[in-house]
Nanobody, 126 residues
Framework: QVQLVESGGGLVQAGGSLRLSCAAS????????MGWFRQAPGKEREFVAT????????YVVDSVKGRFTISRDNAKNTVYLQMNSLKPEDTAVYYC???????????????????WGQGTQVTVSS
């Protein structure tokens, strides 16, 4: 099993920045991708970004590209989501998750991820 703990959420004004962290423990060597999703009240869980654990290849959804960056620190088994130029519509609970099998394309569906963190709230005020 893999345990994931997110941190770094909070309240920020529009235009501000936050950096989310997701630390993996347990069996991090079994991870293929570590990704970020978000879910706003009354909406479905939405894919934000993912990164190949072995190669570090990132993939960021077009709607946040240029504002959000995903990165990793393998020594700490941690993935980061740097969020800049935040907008009120970025308000959501942000979750990190991992896949446990190889995939041809970057996984962007919640069903492709096996382990999930508890989520961290990001609130952007206007």
């Amino acid at each position: 099993q893999v345990q994931l703990v997110e941190s770094g959420g909070g309240l920020v004004q529009a235009g501000g920045s936050l950096r989310l962290s997701c630390a993996a423990s347990g069996r991090p060597f079994s991870i293929y991708h570590m990704g970020w999703f978000r879910q706003a009240p009354g909406k479905e869980r939405e894919f934000v970004a993912t990164m190949s654990w072995s190669s570090g290849a990132p993939y960021v959804v077009d709607s946040v590209k240029g504002r959000f960056t995903i990165s990793r620190d393998n020594a700490k088994n941690t993935v980061y989501l740097q969020m800049n130029s935040l907008k009120p519509e970025d308000t959501a609970v942000y979750y990190c998750a991992t896949t446990q099998r190889p995939m041809v394309l970057p996984p962007s569906l919640p069903s492709q991820y096996k382990y999930w963190g508890q989520g961290t709230q990001v609130t952007v005020s206007s």
